[in-house]
């Protein structure tokens, strides 16, 4: 899945003005937008997990509690969406808090989403 996470990271990136993450079951697999050392192969946050469990996409509006998604990382989740492959739970695409954007929009959701939808197709192939 990481080549096909890191190009859509930076699609997806370049198209919802923020900071893209895209993870595995358990780990950071991509990212764009913020230095990858940072991130790389960071776990993925409990509050996500809880989230993921869900199979539900989410969207922050400043009015919900707010999702840190990377262990030991201090930016917020705007727009989540789950990798889903064969019926399971492969990961997610995740956009972060900039200094600009401190809530999701529906375009970024959109974006996650369909992100998302490519790479669970990308695993089944």
């Known amino acids: 899945m990481q080549d096909s996470a890191e190009s859509a990271a930076d699609v997806i990136h370049k198209l919802g ?6 993870f595995d079951r358990d ?5 764009a937008g913020v230095q990858k050392k940072e991130y790389a192969e960071r776990r993925i946050s409990q509050g996500l997990e809880e989230l993921l469990e869900t199979r539900k996409s989410w969207v922050y509006d400043t009015e919900g509690k707010a999702i840190l998604p990377v262990e030991g990382v201090g930016r917020n989740a705007l727009a989540v969406s789950p990798i889903i492959a064969s019926g399971d739970l492969a990961g ?5 808090n900039s ?4 809530k999701g929009s529906e375009l970024q959701l959109t974006l996650a989403q369909t992100a998302a939808m490519f790479l669970g197709k990308q695993l089944e192939a």
């Open 17 to 22: 003005s923020a900071p893209v993450v895209i």
């Open 99 to 102: 200094e600009s954007q401190t």
């Open 92 to 96: 997610a695409v995740c956009f972060l």
């Open 27 to 31: 780990h950071v697999v991509a990212t």
